[in-house]
């Protein structure tokens, strides 16, 4: 078993796919520009009408959607018999994250499982953690989807169907038993050891709360913005927050773009429709974006910096950490 980190040699892609993943990521750009290019007449004006207070308080419901998605993340490595420390679990989710805006799937996971070995935990863990957290994510935004949509457009679930099959899949791989038997045998493909502690159903319904409650966070956001451009339809939370939940979704699954840029704005637009205007839904879906980045830098420096603080106040939680790496769940 090698001890060596996974280089670029190990996830290459040949030619023609990275040729067809760029032309996807610059057909999609080019789409959203031509768009906001022939929109911009109707949006600038838009713009101005979002007040500081608003910008805040939506940026702010991003912010802790973002931090349940760290929780679930977190709350998933636990039940695998690894915990981390508020902070660093804080330094490896949000630090990891900002590798997902580079081209490429699998970024994010190289640079998660390389800041996890910080803490003595096993790429294996960490990965495993990590693509289960995924799963977790999409099966729960799927699951809003369904609940939320249809009582503001039905007509959504028709256009995304091939979303909600994300549903079903994920409810079956999700099932512990099932999630165990997998990660087992990949495990065993890839020659490497099994996991310490298997996943137990508290641990993944733990994640799912934590991803519920992210949902309602990131709706939070949608319906902040669509509320100071004048929409004020009475079911707006519901399809701002399905709306949202289908989109990311569409971004994660369109695996091409990076963090979802580009399909994720043009679904927001779509699932919008029925009670947003056109160009408030490009003003929502460009100033989300925006949002989102500076969730992510912020999270990630404010991460960095309060698990430097941690550090300078326990000269040694390598030793205090280093029970994690044994196996054990706490």
Not at 110 to 118: F, G
Not at 175 to 193: G, M, S, V
Not at 219 to 241: D, S
Request: hydrophobic share 55%.
């Amino acid at each position: 078993m090698s001890g060596q980190p996974p280089g670029p040699a190990l996830i290459r892609r040949p030619r023609w796919q990275r040729a067809l993943r760029a032309v996807v990521v610059v057909a999609l750009t080019a789409l959203v520009v031509t768009v906001l290019v022939r929109r911009w007449g109707d949006v600038r004006p838009l713009l101005a009408r979002l007040s500081v207070a608003v910008l805040a308080g939506s940026l702010l419901s991003v912010s802790a959607g973002m931090l349940g998605s760290f929780l679930a993340w977190r709350s998933l490595l636990t039940d695998f018999g690894y915990r981390l420390p508020l902070t660093g679990g804080m330094r490896v989710w949000f630090l990891g994250n900002l590798a997902k805006y580079v081209p490429g799937s699998v970024w994010q996971a190289v640079a998660q499982t390389e800041l996890a070995r910080d803490y003595r935990v096993p790429r294996r863990a960490s990965a495993a953690a990590l693509i289960v957290s995924m799963l977790v994510g999409v099966g729960t935004g799927a699951l809003v989807a369904l609940l939320t949509l249809p009582f503001v457009e039905p007509e959504a679930l028709h256009r995304y169907w091939w979303v909600l099959l994300s549903l079903p899949v994920a409810a079956v791989v999700l099932w512990p038993p099932a999630l165990n038997w997998i990660i087992d045998r990949l495990l065993r493909l890839a020659r490497r050891e099994p996991l310490a502690v298997p996943a137990s159903l508290g641990g993944m319904l733990r994640a799912v709360g934590w991803d519920l409650l992210s949902w309602l966070g990131f709706g939070a956001h949608v319906w902040l913005l669509a509320r100071a451009l004048g929409v004020h339809h009475p079911a707006l939370f519901l399809q701002a927050t399905g709306a949202f939940a289908a989109a990311w979704c569409v971004g994660f699954l369109i695996v091409f773009a990076p963090a979802g840029g580009g399909a994720r704005e043009l679904a927001l637009v779509l699932l919008l429709a029925p009670t947003v205007p056109t160009a408030s839904a490009w003003v929502i879906a460009l100033v989300s974006r925006l949002e989102f980045t500076i969730g992510d830098l912020g999270w990630g420096g404010a991460a960095l910096l309060a698990e430097r603080r941690r550090l300078r106040r326990e000269p040694e939680p390598a030793a205090r950490s280093s029970s994690a790496g044994d196996g054990s769940r706490r």
